[in-house]
């Protein structure tokens, strides 16, 4: 899907299909080295006996993940992955004014363009750090969706700015599909019962490396819970990725994301240090970041990333994100080794790129 010349539909999977194959993936934002053995272990397990031929029962995974928020169950809807709940809210809420809140993760806009509705974009600025104005959002907007740390810039929005987006009568949608990747879940709004119409989605396929598995989930009223429901086709959600949801939210599970959780914030201050180094060359680095990735802006960025895929690397093009153009790219936060390999491929394919 294309608008404005933006394609909503590209993911940074296609960088890494068909030749992407001997490619170094700095493209996709799953954490790399995952699942876990003991993960896959517990999968694995939930196809033995009758686990294939009986019908998904989602009642164990859904009151744990209630249990891991502080909810009650009739707060919580367990999806096929994040993108599942994009498709049910475009569909189940009536909706007349909805908003998306960019550059951002552009799977809410392409569901709700999908399911009939005009979609309004506020575009947040580059020279403001792609920081949140809630005053930049129409008082009429019935439906505001954001991501939290946000897909592709890595801004973690303050919870009290987006708390200034509740109001009666609007439904507001917090993408927080990598929030479990930030120290502490600071500025997290899942569990929140105060704040008005708040719909929280997450994602267990980032941190987990469960992206085939496809498993998320949405915490909001249980109201807005029995609609997202009733639009759900029976059985979305598989036995084996019930029994990933219910072993991601146990207390070893979240012990081991918040160690991650940690590293990956070394990492990418290692690979935002190596690219700083690179600014008399007039990179600019989209700053602080603190989701699992970093957003780049670079002197012939198109021409850059084409000798990084003849130099054994992908990374994800910016310019599909509204709000950003072809001089942006995504940097997914790996281990110091592969970002060291990667410093030294950028330093070549910037070279070759201005030749």
């Not at 744990?64 to 189940?92: I, N």
Request: aromatic fraction near 4%; include cysteine; glycine fraction near 8%.
């Amino acid at each position: 899907m294309h608008t404005d010349g933006h394609d909503l539909r590209h993911h940074g999977d296609a960088e890494v299909r068909d030749d992407g194959a001997v490619l170094t993936d700095l493209a996709v934002n799953v954490r790399a080295d995952t699942p876990p053995a003991w993960l896959r272990d517990r999968i694995a397990e939930s196809l033995a006996g009758t686990g294939l031929a009986a019908y998904p029962d989602g009642r164990a995974a859904r009151a744990a993940v209630a249990e891991r928020h502080g909810l009650p169950v009739e707060r919580v809807l367990l999806t096929a992955g994040a993108a599942e709940a994009f498709v049910l809210l475009a569909h189940a809420l009536k909706v007349r004014q909805p908003i998306v809140v960019h550059p951002q993760f552009t799977e809410p806009e392409a569901a709700l363009r999908d399911a009939g509705h005009t979609v309004d974009r506020v575009l947040l600025r580059p020279e403001d750090g792609f920081r949140l104005d809630p005053a930049a959002v129409d008082d009429d907007a019935d439906l505001v969706v954001i991501g939290n740390p946000t897909n592709p810039t890595s801004v973690l929005h303050p919870a009290r700015l987006i708390c200034e987006l509740a109001r009666p009568g609007r439904t507001l949608v917090v993408d927080e599909a990598f929030m479990d990747a930030v120290p502490e879940e600071r500025e997290s709004l899942a569990g929140r019962l105060d704040v008005t119409g708040l719909v929280v989605l997450r994602s267990l396929t980032k941190t987990w490396g469960l992206a085939g598995l496809r498993i998320g989930y949405v915490l909001a009223a249980p109201e807005t819970i029995l609609e997202l429901e009733r639009a759900q086709p029976l059985w979305p959600v598989s036995t084996p990725a019930l029994a990933a949801a219910e072993a991601c939210v146990s207390p070893r599970a979240l012990a081991e994301a918040a160690s991650a959780a940690r590293r990956v914030a070394a990492d990418r201050a290692h690979l935002v240090a190596g690219l700083r180094e690179f600014a008399p060359d007039g990179l600019v680095v989209a700053e602080p970041a603190e989701g699992p990735f970093v957003l780049v802006r670079l002197p012939r960025a198109a021409r850059v990333r084409h000798h990084l895929r003849g130099l054994g690397y992908a990374v994800r093009r910016g310019d599909t994100f509204p709000g950003l153009d072809d001089g942006w790219l995504r940097l997914a936060v790996r281990d110091r080794v592969t970002v060291n390999g990667f410093l030294q491929a950028l330093d070549r394919a910037m070279t070759l790129a201005g030749r």
